[in-house]
């Protein structure tokens, strides 16, 4: 997983203003994410893994940068940006929404929060979707202002997340429902504290909005989290195959379609609503030519040029692949082809078993 | 310089058609750039930099991505997107072209190559340009295809770089001007090679189209470059300081103007061309309050904080520090104050005396 090489620290990637604790954390590894660094291990995957499932850690995810929306036109270019219906979203309530270009293709799958009545932020996967919102406004004419804002989100996530919380935001936390958020004090300031997160052990996301306040922050979850087991953490792939999540740039890019990752519960194709990829989505629904499914297979494949062959024959790519302790499998994902997955449920690779499933859960 | 830090091998992180032979050359670190591998650093970066002003050297700079605009209205959206008067730009010709919004604001440097009379490629700095032309085309309703292509190019830089490249594509690279490209043939293959790079120590760029030849061509240049001490390399912090080429992401980013970083020379304020930033930066001309200066410095300084401070009182902030062989001092640069920058030539921080100077050479 890990390269054995250093990644050299320059000013184009960005530190946050918890990667002084990230590093006295001890992290290991990083990648490179919006321009930013993303921890990506602490101890092993495996370690990392088998804490999360059973405690609570801190990740530092300020790279999921907050693309806001804010003027009379935020609430129409956000729509126009997802084939998802944002009309009935609430405020402080977040949407798991594929963005979508006019051909159908998925440019980002970002969770979009409605912060005001015209006022919203796109909390973005790796990709610059400031300049698609702002190449939008200005061809469109719209009066939005677009910019990324001066946030950084921290997440606490793991089945003692809550408890957690709670010490450090008090009971209300546990009131708060799944992709709904509260604004709630620390330090005098009031934040906005989710319930979301990148992996399905529970937990929430805090949208820090000074950095002044990153170092307090942290220290304080450390500090009431001591008999927790509290400790550092980062979105584990372990964890994510075994969740369902999809990574962007990994699973799915913009060669792809929200149909073809299995994204079509986010696609409202009968809303009435004026969103660029709705046509294109329309007309591809039913017809795509790859999905992605889960391959399991009874002990670890080689596959170091992340081919999936069937008697020799290349019937699709793996996206990502790990050792499942959840499931005691080699759990894959792999983009195939539909025809040939019409007939299969099970694949034989370099002499192991492979199930072909679902993607395991949903978002 | 370098991070203690591993980076996180993810299918997110692009390798590149070189990367087996840049990993086969010792590379000892990466960075991120377009969600793409570009190496960092193969011995030191003292002995690389002494070999490049010596020698010459191969550097797989795929990341450089390429944004292809295609169609009717691409010449339109080009310009659009640019202050710099492209009407002249020949076939095959590139310019260093600033991309500027309506507010005057950087948001990529590239170099514009004009590849037929309505094709044209945008060979990027570090940010996802594709999405602001996409957005731009669709919300104008421009007839352009927008795509990043599939080219990775390779630069061979260093003095001896057109006798290498005289070997390998024969005589005819000689006569191609800076800035001037040429179709040529290798393997039966015909390649657009262009002279630039991002070092003036010489060189070209092979844009080359087609991932299959990428380890051959690799060879070829090894081959037949072991008597000019050819050896693997990459883009070098000290020589481009010495250089005056600038970093986006580091030296400047979508918070500056042109003016800001002496980009003034590629702005063509007066042309009577379509271009959306140009009625901001009319405006912004002669008005800015920062200006990115080098600073050189007696012996190293340091500053950690990265801030530039003036008898306690901060000044500026520096974007990049190393030391310099050629003029044998610890040459930063800096973006400063402008009304402090008028008052002083000199500064002093930590007893070290360090002299205000114009950005070293020009593109």
């Given at each position: ?57 801190v990740?530092d ?76 406004a ?28 709670s ?74 195959l ?45 017809r ?29 790519n ?17 983009m ?8 299969h449920?099970e ?17």
């Open positions: 997983m890990l390269t054995n090489k250093l990644l050299t620290a320059t000013r184009r990637v960005r530190e946050t203003p918890f990667t002084p604790r990230v590093e006295a954390a001890g992290v290991k590894g990083y990648s490179v994410y919006n321009h930013m660094l993303l921890p990506t291990v602490f101890d092993t995957p495996e370690r990392d893994y088998e804490h999360l499932v059973s405690h609570v850690q990740w995810v300020s790279c999921q940068r907050q693309i806001e929306l804010i003027g009379p036109d935020a609430t129409k270019l956000v729509q126009l940006m997802t084939p998802r219906d944002l009309r009935k979203t609430k405020l402080l309530q977040g949407k798991y929404a594929p963005l979508c270009d006019e051909n159908g293709t998925i440019l980002n799958d970002p969770i979009i929060i409605k912060l005001e009545s015209d006022r919203w932020w796109i909390s973005l996967a790796d990709s610059d979707i400031k300049l698609w919102a702002k190449g939008l200005f061809g469109q004419g719209l009066n939005t202002q677009v910019f990324e804002a001066d946030v950084w989100p921290l997440a606490v996530q793991g089945p003692k997340a809550e408890t957690l919380m010490r450090v935001f008090g009971a209300q936390v546990q009131a708060i429902r799944f992709f709904h958020g509260k604004m709630l004090r620390f330090m005098d300031n009031d934040m906005l504290v989710m319930r979301s997160g990148w992996s399905k052990q529970g937990g929430f996301e805090i949208y820090l909005d000074d950095a002044s306040l990153a170092e307090p922050l942290w220290d304080a979850l450390f500090e009431h989290g001591k008999d927790l087991t509290v400790r550092a953490g980062c979105p584990n792939l372990i964890e994510r075994e969740s369902g999540l999809l990574s962007y740039g990994g699973d799915m890019d913009d060669r792809h379609n929200p149909f073809e990752v299995g994204l079509d519960r986010y696609i409202n194709l009968e809303a009435d609503i004026d969103s660029i990829s709705l046509p294109a989505l329309r007309q591809l629904a039913g795509h030519q790859r999905q992605l499914v889960a391959v399991m297979f009874d002990k670890t494949v080689e596959a170091s040029d992340f081919l999936l062959r069937d008697k020799g024959e290349v019937v699709g793996l996206t990502a692949a790990a050792w499942s302790p959840r499931f005691s499998q080699h759990l894959t994902y792999a195939v082809n539909r025809e040939w997955l019409d007939q449920t694949i034989e690779m370099d002499g192991v078993r492979g199930k072909i499933l679902p993607i395991p859960g949903s978002y």
